[in-house]
Nanobody, 126 residues
Framework: QVQLVESGGGLVQAGGSLRLSCAAS????????MGWFRQAPGKERDFIAA????????DYADSVKGRFTISRDNAKNTVYLQMNSLKPEDTAVYYC???????????????????WGQGTQVTVSS
């Protein structure tokens, strides 16, 4: 029911910034809680950030608090992840995910999401 396409990844030096975008299909984007996750080679997929469908709540992993900001533009069916002060340990494939509505308390739970994008590579050099 929902197709997600990430973009904006690339190579950046440590301390730099990138903004990832996730474009969603459909006319019900505003009813979906959106999340960002990342996975480095050989590691588990980790929660990074999420924004509730209502727009009233956001959540961040401790590793990115103060550096990353999630936002959404419902008119454009797009969720963003602004990444500042990037570190080499931020290197990973970043995935966008969506779930219809849901509770804000569960936004960090990976199995909770129904739809996933294909990911975009972020590489931070030292």
């Amino acid at each position: 029911q929902v197709q997600l396409v990430e973009s904006g990844g690339g190579l950046v030096q440590a301390g730099g910034s990138l903004r990832l975008s996730c474009a969603a299909s459909g006319r019900t984007f505003s009813s979906y809680t959106m999340g960002w996750f990342r996975q480095a080679p050989g590691k588990e997929r980790d929660f990074i950030a999420a924004i509730h469908w209502s727009g009233g709540s956001t959540d961040y992993a401790d590793s990115v608090k103060g550096r990353f900001t999630i936002s959404r533009d419902n008119a454009k069916n797009t969720v963003y992840l602004q990444m500042n002060s990037l570190k080499p340990e931020d290197t990973a494939v970043y995935y966008c995910a969506a779930r219809f509505r849901g509770t804000a308390q569960a936004m960090g739970n990976i199995p909770w999401y129904n739809y996933w994008g294909q990911g975009t590579q972020v590489t931070v050099s030292s």
